[in-house]
């Protein structure tokens, strides 16, 4: 029972049996079908330990991570983020838990508000979750800034004045504002040019170490699974067919299906 | 004998926000040869979008426009081609796989639909099953169900199989797919590449391939263009430029390229950022990163150089 308790408030984010089930109308003969996205899922992910969810494409991996952010409802299950129950939540508690979890998505063009400055995209979440006082916003920004390794010039511009990387750095510095505990990363890097992955993944290392941050990371590149996070689950048709230590599950893999992952790196 | 399917000459892009022009693409040229498969790489935002989506005039919002230069394909100059005489060519002749699914797809009309408004489009048949097939080739399962969802039922890389899918179908000369591999894992890159592969030599079909990935470009591509701050840098055969990279930032990329794959500590990275096109001077665009600059490679932006059927835009080389 002790043991219990320990290890539901030592996690971060505790998933059990989560389902999410999407009902597709096929207007041709008038049935419906049922897609199974998130089958049954478990895991758990311990403070400053980050998980590499890597998978097929349409295996479950961006549903799941809508689930833990609560961007969807889930069908059958449990998310436990901090030790409470997001399910049973209503909105307002969801809210000032959103400021504890952080989202980093794929598309960096489509992910910031153009008609807005870098200085005004910052302040956003400074406000809405009252982090500083008022009069502490700039120089907060400024710390941000630097954070993310942007110069404070940068502030008056807007996203499109900006490059793929720079505007992934205003994203992350965005994501870190509401000095979260766990940010779920989607395909975080995969827009970005090689010479660009490289800066934002050492930044990501080093922001880990600096705000003892845990990732949900979520990938097709295997290489980046396995610089990125301690822990890998690999998903298949809705379901996490293998999960473990990353450098058991991506260099001496059990299961079938990520030995075929693992054999088709190019 | 090979010929040239189409050659683009010194084009030059801009954008109009706000009534201020802001030149994006400072010179873009590129040869493709019938069935030859060229890749676009270089740094984010260095135009590789831009410049390959004003070949069909598909620049944003018609916020940007061609100030100069040519395209010629089939004896016409397409950058001088009506919106009419463009949609006679435009997913036709020349297709395009955007590199964000939401450009192409329209979000109110089930898969099925946008196969049959395009084939009707061209005056071309629609049959399922040959779509069902063209959506199993990219590694769509369950076909019949996806014709019937919408894209936002879909995940980012089945949506991004779905438009090669789309741009395959009606067989065009040329086919330009933007990061057709960027969110999609590698198993199906491999199909992916294979296909593509497979239909180059089937039907000839010349394409560009735009990609961040040196493995994908090592996988299918002949010939290589790299991209800098709104220019070519560098262009070659695929084996000289990464056994040997001419241009300094090329050799930068493949450096970083290589410590992602082999990486010990750390990444190795490529310290600063690209001047954006608001930044643009006439010197060499890689000036403030470059570890063999001189003052002259500021009077103004260095040539194209060709060097043993090799191209490249350094004095110092
Ligand atoms: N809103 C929705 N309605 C119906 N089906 C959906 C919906 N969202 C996702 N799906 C289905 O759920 C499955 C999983 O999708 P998901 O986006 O989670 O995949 P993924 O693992 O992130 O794939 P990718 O690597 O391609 O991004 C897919 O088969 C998809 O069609
Ligand atoms: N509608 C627009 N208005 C103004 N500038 C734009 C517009 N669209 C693109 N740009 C600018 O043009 C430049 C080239 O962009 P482009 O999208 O072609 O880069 P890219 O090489 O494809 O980068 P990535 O690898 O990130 O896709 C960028 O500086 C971008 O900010
Ligand atoms: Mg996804
Ligand atoms: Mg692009």
Known sequence: ?266 | MKKPLIKVKDLKVSFYNNNKAVEVIRGFDIDVWEGEIVGILGESGSGKTVSSTSILHMMEKNEGIITSGEILYNKKDLATLSEKQMNTIRGRKIAYVFQNPAQALSPYKKIGRQFKNLLKNHNLKYSSAAVQSALEEVGIKDAETVLNMYPFQLSGGQNQRIMIALSIITKPDLLIADEPTSSIDTSLIKKVLDLFRDINKKYNMSMIIITHDFNVAKYICNRLVIMYGGLVVETGDINSILNNPLHPYTEELIKCAYSLDNYKDSLYSLEGAPPTPYEFKDECPFYSRCKIREDECRQAIPYMKEIEGRQVRCLKR
Do not use: W
């Open chain 1, 1 to 266: 029972m002790s043991e219990k308790v320990i290890e539901m408030t030592g996690t971060i984010l505790s998933v059990k049996n989560l389902s999410k089930h999407f009902i597709i109308k096929n207007n041709v003969f008038s049935q419906k079908k049922i897609i199974n996205a998130v089958n049954d899922i478990s895991f758990d992910i311990l403070p400053n330990e980050s998980m590499g969810l890597i998978g097929e494409s349409g295996s479950g991996k961006s549903t799941t991570a809508n689930l833990v952010l609560r961007l969807l409802e889930p069908t059958r299950g449990e998310i436990m983020l901090f030790g409470k129950n997001i399910a049973d939540i209503n909105y307002k508690e969801m809210r000032i838990l959103r400021k504890d979890i952080q989202i980093i998505f794929q598309h960096t063009f489509s992910a910031l508000d153009p008609k807005m400055t870098v200085d005004e995209l910052l302040k956003e979440p400074l406000i809405i979750h009252n982090i500083v006082p008022v009069q502490e916003l700039d120089k907060e920004v400024d710390r941000l800034l630097n954070m993310v390794g942007l110069p404070a010039g940068e502030k008056i511009k807007f996203p499109q004045q900006l490059s793929g990387g720079q505007n992934q750095r205003v994203i992350i510095a965005r994501a870190i504002a509401t000095r979260p505990k766990i940010i779920v990363c989607d395909e975080p890097v995969s827009s970005l040019d090689v010479s660009v992955q490289g800066q934002i993944l050492n930044l990501l290392i080093k922001l880990k170490e600096e705000l003892n941050l845990t990732y949900l990371f979520i990938s097709h590149d295997l290489k980046v699974v396995r610089l990125m996070c301690e822990k890998t689950a690999v998903m298949h048709e809705g379901k996490i067919v293998e999960i473990g230590k990353s450098s058991e599950v991506l260099f001496n893999p059990k299961h079938e299906y990520t030995r075929k992952l693992l054999d088709a790196e190019l």
